[in-house]
């Protein structure tokens, strides 16, 4: 079964078991993951609210104003949402910002919130690397988020979601123990590259505030449809575990337009039964010990 250009270059894949379920024996598992990106100094993102890109290389401090807001205000307003719902997430977050904003990053560690390293800027997608440059990418934005978090990360999505060949394995010989750089399956699934492996945690673009609700200019209402529809097919159809990902940025839902449905959102995974919130971190534990893995 193995694709993906075989695994993203060579790795060898242990899928979890049929009667797999998540922490608690829970089948329905949820991840609020949140998204704090950045740019390198002189990028910018290359797209923005208005629809039109620049010319190239005409700096869209449109675009740059825009995703600012994450960091300045609107990862502050979802910190509250969190900590009023009482659950910890998944936040991916580049390294750049953790040269710019220390406090505001130890503030989202100190509140137990995944650190997920996103690469040192969006701008710096591993796709576009060599090998000796991709690997210093991961090391200068794992150190600096180690240093400035007081914890060293253990998950990585590159930008965009975007690896090169190499990637995977790449972040297994760094010590990385899960990334979710693909969207290949529905259920995290284990990769060994030679005397290292590392965890893919496939995710989707099914629940993302940007694509939905910027680029396709749906209502940040429409989410809670979403999510709606999700539930009623997996509560009358699927038999096994699944997973869904609803994902939020600083700088889109973030707004006070869009936080109110991010905080409906958990409010209704909150009330299943059969649900698990939780950290994609954690998720991998379970996942490891499931299979008689330790993490290491």
């Known amino acids: 079964m193995p694709s993906l250009l075989d695994i993203h270059a060579g790795g ?24 704090l990106e950045g740019w390198s100094d002189e990028a910018w993102p290359g797209f923005g609210p208005m629809g039109n ?80 440059d991709e690997r210093d990418n991961i090391r200068r934005t794992t150190e600096l988020l180690e240093r400035v978090c007081g914890v060293r990360p253990t998950g990585w999505v590159s930008p965009r979601s975007s690896p090169s060949p190499r990637t995977a394995r790449l972040l297994a010989e760094e010590g990385y123990l899960w990334h979710g750089d693909t969207m290949n399956d529905d259920l995290p699934y284990l990769v060994r590259f030679g005397a290292h492996e590392i965890a893919a945690f496939p995710g989707g673009m099914e ?12 209502a940040p209402r429409q989410m809670l449809e979403l999510f709606d529809d999700w539930l009623d097919y997996v509560t009358h159809h699927e038999r096994g575990a699944v997973r869904l990902n ?44 499931t299979l008689g893995r330790p993490q290491r």
């Open 207 to 218: 629940m993302n505030d940007t694509p939905h609700a910027i680029r396709y200019g749906n």
């Open 53 to 132: 890109p620049l010319r190239p290389g005409t700096p869209d401090l449109n675009a740059l104003g825009w995703v600012e807001y994450g960091i300045r205000r609107g990862i502050h307003r979802i910190l509250e949402v969190l900590e009023r719902q009482q659950i910890r997430t998944s936040m991916l977050v580049c390294g750049v910002l953790a040269e710019r904003h220390p406090q505001t990053l130890r503030r989202i560690a100190d509140a137990g919130h995944e650190i997920v390293a996103h690469s040192w800027g969006m701008d710096v997608i591993p796709a576009y690397l060599n090998e000796q």
């Open 12 to 35: 060898s894949e242990t899928l979890p078991p049929s009667d797999f379920r998540w922490p608690g024996g829970k089948r329905l598992g949820l991840f609020f993951r949140v998204a």
């Open 246 to 289: 609803p994902s939020i940025h600083g700088h889109v839902f973030g707004r006070i337009t869009g936080i109110g449905i991010f905080e409906q959102l958990i409010e209704r995974a909150r009330a299943l039964d059969d649900g698990w919130i939780g950290r994609q971190g954690d998720a991998i534990a379970h996942l490891r010990a």
